[in-house]
């Protein structure tokens, strides 16, 4: 089974901080992306990574930024952190092929103070 | 979201058959899923469908596909109380990576 891992399930930090999220895949996967998710609004994406080294902005990339400097790992960065990004982030992962589904990670709900 | 809709909320009793629809509108989406999301998890594949398929089943879950209408369905049959959860519909675009998601039906089991 595929196992994408998210590093913390839940976190608080202050306006202004700088925050990392971490993802880990397990299964070699091309692709992986960062969502957030709030009540209403379902599932929007923030950044993809089709390969390592390259990003993509996705629907909501403001606030944000992104680092894939290894093909396991996708990291999403609030370069300093709002109240507005309190919220759940999903990451995702999928290997190559049309057919190919994306696997989530448990999620992290993060607070800002 | 805005793409793909579905209905926020469906209740229904313990042992009866759900059935969660969602609407699309790419009509160039090749590939549908349904995912579950139980309470403070993240989400978990539960099926999916090509868009030259009009049904598929599996054990207890039954999608269909009406791609004239672009409407898909995802049907539990004798429903329990694990099932409560919210349920995605996506889609993905020929040629695309990202999935467009509607806002999740949240189905509640009463006993």
């Known amino acids: 089974d595929v196992k994408v891992t998210q590093s913390s399930r839940y976190l608080v930090k202050r306006t202004g901080e700088k925050v990392f999220l971490e993802c880990v895949q397990d299964?070699?996967?091309?692709?992986m992306f960062w969502y957030r998710q709030d009540p209403g609004l379902g599932l929007r994406l923030i950044y993809f990574?089709?390969?390592?080294?390259?990003?993509e902005k996705g629907d909501i990339p403001e606030g944000y930024s992104v680092s894939r400097e290894k093909k396991e790992r996708f990291s999403l960065i609030l370069e300093s952190a709002s109240t507005n990004q309190t919220s759940m982030y999903l990451c995702?992962?999928?290997?190559?092929?049309?057919?190919?589904?994306?696997?989530f990670g448990d999620g992290t709900r993060l607070s800002i103070l | 979201g805005e793409d793909v809709e579905q209905s926020l909320f469906l209740s229904v009793r313990e042992g009866d058959s759900s059935v969660i629809n969602c609407t699309y509108t790419?009509?160039?989406?090749?590939?549908l899923y349904w995912y579950k999301q139980e309470p403070g998890a993240g989400l978990q594949l539960l099926t999916y469908?090509?868009?030259?398929?009009d049904m598929k089943q599996d054990q207890r879950l039954t999608v269909l596909l009406n791609k004239k209408d672009k409407h898909l369905s995802l049907r539990i049959a004798d429903t329990q109380t694990g099932d409560s959860a919210i349920y995605f519909c996506?889609?993905?675009?020929?040629?695309?990576?990202?999935?467009?998601f509607g806002a999740g039906t949240t189905v509640t089991v009463r006993a």
């Open positions: 995702a992962s999928r290997g190559g092929g049309s057919n190919q589904p994306q696997h």
């Open positions: 299964m070699d996967h091309e692709n």
């Open positions: 990574s089709y390969d390592v080294k390259m990003k």
């Open positions: 790419d009509s160039s989406s090749t590939y």
């Open positions: 469908i090509f868009s030259n398929m």
């Open positions: 996506a889609e993905v675009p020929s040629n695309d990576y990202k999935l467009s």
